[in-house]
């Protein structure tokens, strides 16, 4: 078996009023947020889909389906570390995470490093095994138009 195994996650959620903007942990301030069953943190659900799919467990709606009433309003970093968790009872570590989020509004470059460091903490990695890159849709498509935010993930794993 090898060594290493990587995986690829998306999200995307629709952005709406009343609802808080979630990213990689860190509330943002803006005026519309995500809506979703959970929080809808959209970087942190494709950085989970990345690392299911780096070991072939499928994505977070197997492990935390949405048509859940236990999962509404959860905490996707508590999600994350269940995933974690998964990851490390099989005995894979996270060798490194990169990802971007496509976003017209807000600027997300001066809360990337929060976002790191709250991952960070929750992986028990350091935050240089995360990568985040901010990028906007040139006004194309649902996320160009406003109407959303989506996020791309990739994860390096390592077996122990």
């Known amino acids: 078996m090898s060594r290493f195994r990587i995986g690829n996650g998306y999200d995307i959620h629709r952005l709406v009023e009343g609802r808080p ?3 990689g942990g860190i509330q943002l301030e803006h ?3 995500l809506d979703g069953h959970s929080d809808a943190d959209v970087l942190t659900h494709a950085i989970m ?3 299911l799919g780096a070991l072939s467990l499928g994505d977070i709606g197997h ?3 949405p048509t859940d009433p236990q999962w509404k ?3 996707s970093l508590k999600l994350l570390a269940q995933v974690n968790q998964l990851i490390r009872d099989r005995g894979w570590t996270i060798g490194n ?3 971007v989020v496509v976003a017209e509004q807000p600027k997300l470059k001066p809360h990337i490093a929060a976002m790191r460091d709250r991952l960070a903490k929750v992986l028990e990695l350091e935050p240089d095994q995360i990568g985040i890159k901010a990028t906007t849709n040139e006004k194309l498509g649902p996320t160009g138009r406003e109407e959303g935010i989506c996020a791309y993930a990739v994860a390096l794993l390592v077996r122990d």
Do not use: H
Request: charge should be negative; proline fraction near 6%.
């Open 21 to 23: 903007l979630i990213l």
């Open 49 to 51: 889909d990345a690392l």
């Open 31 to 33: 005026s519309l947020g």
């Open 73 to 75: 309003g959860a905490d």
């Open 97 to 99: 995470l990169d990802s």
């Open 63 to 65: 492990y935390f389906p």
